[in-house]
C-alpha cells in the first residue's frame, strides 16, 4: 500500500496563506492524478482540487476557487496546493490522494469524489484563527 507524503500545514489568521505539498513514492506525475480533500470535525469530507498533469487539467471546488491553487515540481513528482485568503472555514486537516490513471485519462475535468482514489495521504492540519 502507496502512502503518499504530506507536508505544509499550520496555523495561519485569516487572510493569510498556506502552501501545502504532496509526493506519491513511486509514483510519477504522468502515472497518477491528484486530488486534495479536507475534513472538519463533524463534517464530511469534501473536495478541493483535482490536478491531472498528463492532460494538464486542474478542477477545484466552489469553496475554493479563485483562492488556491495548484503547481508541481516534475523532478520532485510533488504537487503543491497554495492556499490564499484563508478564512476560518478553511480550517480542517487536508488530505491528497492519487488516482492511478489509464493510458488515456482525462480524470480531473470535475471533481472526483473520495471513494475513487487509490492511495492517500495522512493528512496534514490546517488552522485559519485570530
Known amino acids: 500500500q502507496v502512502q503518499l507524503v504530506e507536508s505544509g500545514g499550520g496555523s495561519v489568521q485569516p487572510g493569510g496563506s498556506l502552501r501545502l505539498s504532496c509526493a506519491a513514492p513511486?509514483?510519477?506525475?504522468?502515472?497518477?492524478?491528484i486530488g486534495w480533500f479536507r475534513q472538519a470535525p463533524g463534517k464530511q469530507r469534501e473536495g478541493v482540487a483535482c490536478f491531472n498533469n498528463n492532460v494538464n487539467i486542474t478542477a477545484f471546488g466552489e469553496s475554493v476557487k479563485g483562492r488556491f491553487t495548484i503547481s508541481r515540481d516534475i523532478a520532485k513528482n510533488t504537487v503543491y496546493l497554495k492556499m490564499d485568503s484563508l478564512k476560518p472555514e478553511d480550517t480542517a486537516t487536508y488530505y491528497c490522494a492519487a488516482y492511478i490513471l489509464g493510458p488515456v485519462s482525462h480524470y480531473c475535468i470535475i471533481m472526483h469524489p473520495p471513494g475513487s482514489f487509490h492511495h492517500w495521504g495522512q493528512g496534514t492540519r490546517v488552522s485559519v484563527t485570530s
Open positions: 513511486g509514483y510519477t506525475l504522468d502515472e497518477i492524478a
